[in-house]
């Protein structure tokens, strides 16, 4: 194949286009040096989630799948809280009067949100403080990194509605988060996971100084934003993916996934930069 042979990146990337000059209606979002951060912004309400929001959230994450300017995602709630839940009025309520198909689209739409979040590449790093609770613990739960404080309070209180606790894959993702039984204990009573016991029970990566939270996460992702993003997307994909594999699938899985990563000029440019002495700059491909 010669230089005019060569096929059109652009062609191949599909909908590709960068996210930094999106115009968000239910929340606000803001890209800088590479990480995206999306605030839930309705502090007098503890930042409940609406139909609308939800369903531009689940957007927003399947576009992120071909934003080449993202690199790192930052989910955090305006205020001294991070997100209360589904609207009592404007969910709650109208949830009663549908019909069983209408339930279905509703309870398949807020699934596709936490689909998006997993099959997105960049890594995601929630920002925890105060009141998570509801669908707010599932944003929490679907995001790769928590951070949180001593204050936050954490609760899948589905069951406290009169709800199963099987919400948006709660049963499948928080017993590999806290373990089995820790999972049951949250997922039958509905009681709130205090910022020290969550982070001793693994729930939470570390817990942070409220005033310094949102600067915390933004710091993390920036490292990762920083790092080999296309690796990072790999290690993300195996990390979801390999939960339906035997341990020989995942190896074989791994190995594949590994060989495709050694192609990269990321891996090259850390070669380079290790016999250099140097830092190495990475630029995600």
Not at 217 to 234: C, E, T, V
Request: hydrophobic content about 45%.
């Amino acid at each position: 194949m010669n230089a005019t042979d060569r096929v059109d990146p652009a062609l191949l990337a599909g909908n590709s286009r960068p996210l930094a000059a999106y115009r968000a209606t239910h929340f606000l979002w803001e890209v800088s040096q590479g990480v995206a951060t999306i605030t839930l912004n309705r502090p007098e309400r503890k930042n409940p989630l609406t139909f609308a929001s939800y369903a531009e959230l689940r957007n927003l994450f399947e576009q992120l799948r071909h934003a080449p300017d993202v690199k790192a995602v930052v989910i955090v709630g305006a205020g001294d809280n991070f997100c209360s839940g589904g609207d009592v009025h404007e969910i709650i309520g109208p949830l009663v009067r549908l019909t069983a198909p209408e339930l279905l689209m509703f309870t398949r739409m807020t699934g596709d949100l936490v689909k998006a979040m997993r099959v997105c590449p960049q890594p995601i790093v929630a920002a925890i403080d105060g009141i998570c609770a509801g669908a707010g613990a599932i944003i929490a739960m679907a995001s790769d990194l928590r951070l949180g404080t001593a204050r936050s309070k954490t609760a899948f209180l589905f069951n406290r509605v009169g709800l199963a606790g099987c919400d948006m894959g709660a049963c499948a993702m928080l017993p590999r988060i806290v373990g089995q039984g820790r999972a049951s204990e949250l997922l039958y009573t509905g009681r709130s996971l205090g910022g020290e016991e969550g982070e001793r029970w693994g729930f939470f990566n570390r817990l942070c100084a409220p005033e310094a939270l949102l600067d915390d996460a933004q710091a993390l992702a920036r490292d990762l934003a920083d790092g080999p993003s296309f690796a990072n997307g790999i290690t993300k994909s195996m990390l979801h993916q390999e939960w339906a594999m035997t341990i020989e699938q995942a190896i074989e899985a791994e190995a594949q996934a590994q060989a495709l990563c050694m192609l990269t000029g990321d891996f090259a440019r850390a070669y380079e930069a290790f016999v250099a002495k140097r830092k190495p700059h990475f630029e995600g491909n």
